[in-house]
């Protein structure tokens, strides 16, 4: 902690010179080696990855310098390697990245360690083998600057994520970190702050897209008295892992926004309430808790102003419906997490009855960088009334997954073909065709070909009936059934439905219900008109987000793959092949010995073919009744 | 009123019980606590035994029904035993496009599970799916205790049981 220059309490210029004292010590080292250790990283080894490379550096004779102290300075010789949050490019992890030459080695292997110490480190040579392969052009990229996926990014939020080591503040201070903070305490009144960022535009990114400076100044008007801000961290969509890496990767700018957003609304204690799922996350915020507190910038006389804040880290348990806001508060309260009906807003009545604000993850992740960059440098980004960048985690059937980040009115075409890299088959060949993505979680919609040009923000979706959501782009091809993704969308909502409200209950599982028949070859076009009724049904009679938009998926998918639902209504038959009840019956030609059992078995003579050759099933005169497959020895019979 | 000096019952040994007090203690008995006291009790014993629960409820002076309804309403409080080695397939929407369910059919059919019997006779796994594990550019994603295991196949989820009973019986 010696790098810290301030003796009380930080003022803007002790924290501009902790930075520069920092900088000015890592830039000594020669080299520097940032090791991934995001969760898909960290899945695929990289932990190994950074100790072999601590080992190996070492053992090849060079100064190996894993945290940059003052008291131990780096000479010109040595080498600092550290972690960092997700990079983003998750599928090609463990990424190592060697600065300042901008290398970026993809699949390393503690194997590969050795060599990359050998000829990098020693002779600034890359090892061609481990970087990352164009496959359009054949050729190998040496760094991000030359990688698609990154190239067609704008990386606001994530800008220091995957660079800067987030167990270390000293590394966020040098990086301009905890100045906006200490600007906002020190030389801006609460309502200052509320109007700077109401003036910049910046919409909630949890999904609502509500104005986030607004939403403070309906805390910050409240009478005094105890005050809460709480982080959004449950980020239940499955799908999206954006506010994970933004916890993992870069922890401090979330607390950065926390003290930003308590000093505009008033409060002295804040919660963040991150998923049970998210342990990593836990661990990093819960330590840039305790380091800010150490460095007094979290906890009492904040920036000498006298004014305090707390900071509680609390894990969630496992309920999807906790995202909404009323119902996480009853949570932190240790209670069932079931929403409340608004009004009262969290903004009057929130925790324990006090005024409450609650932001999403990245929100507050994006306020202090607001505030650096200035409003108008802010407003240059995205769209109009959608000013900034979103992240988003692009997966499914696309050659490029992982966490993404783009400026608002970028199209899904820019996503899906140029940072995606186009879609692929279910086996990761390409390419495919384009069915559909699904945009916003269970409670979002899903986009088609025809809105491949559309600008994404967040009216445009609405527009179109979809919605931002958290951010999870799930990109999906031909083979993908439509009518089994909604009803997979369905299931997800209906466990997650906390019973409150009948209709989204009840409703739900009967919306369930009649997607099965439908699936099963069991429907008619009445059930279509029923499922359609029951959805506007529950939409209207349920109190929170969660039942309000569980039926979205449905209705959208049943308008924009009308044709699929009429061909698992009608025809009984499932275009993708994906619904096994509706799958044509059919003889499988490897199994089948040409016994003749089938052909005996059958009422109706729909089975035909010669002794010891392949048989055939006549889709038009089979009845389904199942007497072949129950004859068949072999299960070579299947669809009946 | 707090309750007396620590009950011993059958299987459930005075010494555990010691362990929730300290929970308790550490949690200043305060209710609003309840879920982060639940989740250390859980951490404990791998599951909420019903008596603990009474005694949590009984420590915290609320009605043992609202301790039972916070740990039903949340996924993550389990009120069965769970098996020692717990395989939680990830089937968030990214892993169900690619193909989860096939995995879950086949760690169901090797380990002789069920949905409804997620736990196996010996008490050796515990086959669950989650909502979304946040690895989704890994799809599809297993977490082996807690491991993470990304780009999964059905044979190379029954591998990894294997090579899990194979180093049990070593032991």
């Not at chain 2, 008995?29 to 606590?33: D, E, I, N, P, V």
């Given at each position: 902690m010696t790098l810290f220059v301030w003796q009380d309490s930080p003022t803007e210029a002790t924290l501009a010179e902790s930075g520069r004292a920092y900088r000015e010590l890592a830039d000594v080292a020669q080299r520097r080696v940032v090791i991934c250790a995001g969760t898909g990283c960290v899945a695929g080894g990289a932990l190994a990855v950074y100790a072999e490379f601590v080992r190996a550096i070492e053992a090849a004779g060079i100064d190996v310098v894993t945290e940059l102290k003052a008291e131990t300075p780096p000479t010109s010789n040595s080498v600092h390697v550290s972690h960092s949050g997700c990079q983003g490019f998750c599928q090609m992890g463990p990424l190592a990245t060697v600065l300042p030459d901008g290398i970026l080695y993809t699949r390393v292997k503690p194997g590969d360690v050795a060599e990359i110490v050998e000829t990098t480190l020693r002779t600034g040579e890359t090892v061609e083998r481990l970087l990352y392969l164009d496959k359009q052009t054949e050729s190998r990229c040496r760094g991000v600057a030359e990688i698609p996926f990154y190239q067609a990014q704008q990386r606001f939020v994530l800008k220091e994520c995957g660079i800067i080591d987030p167990d270390s503040l000293p590394e966020y201070l040098a990086n301009d970190g905890y100045q906006a903070a200490c600007r906002a305490y020190t030389s801006m009144s609460p309502e200052e702050v509320c109007r700077e960022i109401e003036r910049s535009g910046l919409r909630g990114r949890g999904g609502g897209g509500f104005p986030t400076g607004k939403k403070w100044d309906l805390t910050r008007i409240q009478l005094d008295g105890q005050k809460y801000v709480i982080c959004n961290g449950d980020e239940g969509d499955p799908g999206a892992f954006m506010d994970r890496s933004v916890m993992e990767g870069n922890p401090h700018s979330v607390i950065e926004g926390i003290l930003i957003a308590s000093r505009a609304v008033g409060a002295s204690e804040a919660y963040v309430y991150v998923r049970a799922e998210y342990p990593l996350a836990v661990k990093r915020v819960r330590k840039a808790v305790a380091d800010a507190e150490a460095g007094g910038l979290l906890g009492d006389n904040l920036f000498g102003t006298g004014l305090s804040l707390r900071v509680t880290v609390m894990e969630g348990a496992g309920a999807f419906v906790c995202g909404e806001e009323t119902a996480l508060i009853a949570s932190i309260e240790g209670k069932r997490g079931m929403p409340a009906p608004k009004p009262p807003y969290p903004a009057q009545s929130g925790l324990w009855g006090q005024p409450t604000v609650i932001n999403n993850v990245e929100t507050l992740a994006s306020v202090p960088r607001v505030l650096r960059m200035g409003v108008d440098s802010f407003r240059?980004?995205?769209?109009?009334?959608s000013p900034g960048t979103k992240t988003f985690a692009l997966t499914g059937h696309v050659v490029n997954t992982g966490l993404i980040e783009v400026a608002f009115g970028a199209t899904l075409r820019d996503i899906v073909y140029g940072v995606g890299g186009g879609v692929t088959n279910d086996d990761g060949s390409g390419p495919a065709e384009l069915k559909a993505v699904q945009i916003g979680g269970p409670s979002g919609g899903c986009l088609t070909v025809d809105h491949l040009d559309l600008p994404l923000d967040y009216d445009s979706l609405r527009g179109i009936g979809a919605m931002v959501g958290s951010g999870g782009l799930v990109v999906m091809n031909q083979n993908t059934c439509m009518v089994s993704m909604a009803r997979f969308f369905m299931q997800f909502t209906q466990n997650e439905s906390c019973g409150k409200c009948v209709l989204c209950r009840e409703g739900t599982k009967q919306m369930l219900v009649l997607l099965d028949d439908i699936i099963a070859g069991k429907a008619t076009p009445a059930t279509l008109d029923l499922l359609d009724k029951l959805a506007r049904t529950v939409q209207k009679g349920s109190l929170c987000g969660l039942g309000k938009s569980a039926p979205n998926p449905v209705i959208l998918i049943a308008r924009l793959f009308r044709e699929e639902f009429l061909a698992h209504v009608v025809d009984k038959r499932c275009p993708a092949g994906r619904c096994k009840a509706l799958v044509a019956p059919h003889v499988i030609a490897d199994k089948c010995r040409g016994c003749g059992l089938c052909i005996k078995a059958c009422p109706v003579g729909a089975v035909t073919g010669e002794r010891r050759e392949v048989h055939a099933i006549d889709e038009n005169l089979c009845t389904r009744c199942g007497a072949c497959a129950k004859a068949c020895r072999l299960g070579a019979i299947e669809g009946v | 009123m707090l309750p007396e000096s620590p009950v011993s019952e059958p299987g459930l040994p005075g010494r555990q019980f010691q362990k929730v007090c300290e929970i308790l203690a550490l949690h200043q008995?305060?209710?609003?606590?309840l879920i982060p006291i639940l989740q250390a009790v859980q951490e404990e014993y791998r599951y909420l035994p019903e008596e603990v629960m009474t005694y949590v409820a009984t420590s915290l002076r609320i009605p043992p029904a609202e301790v039972y309804g916070v740990a039903t309403f949340y996924a993550h409080f389990a009120l069965a035993p769970k098996g020692k080695h717990v395989l939680r397939l990830c089937d968030g929407t990214a892993c169900h496009v690619k193909q989860s369910i096939p995995i879950l059919e086949a760690l169901r059919a090797k380990l002789k599970?069920?949905?409804?019997?997620?736990?196996t006779q010996d008490l050796m796994f515990t086959v669950e799916t989650v909502s979304c594990l946040g690895a989704c550019g890994l799809a599809p994603v297993l977490l082996v205790n807690d491991q993470v295991y990304g780009q999964i196949t059905p044979q190379r989820a029954c591998t990894l049981v294997d090579e899990i009973v194979a180093e049990e019986q070593v032991q």
């Open positions: 240059a980004m995205g769209s109009r009334t | 008995h305060q209710s609003s606590r599970v069920s949905e409804l019997k997620p736990t």
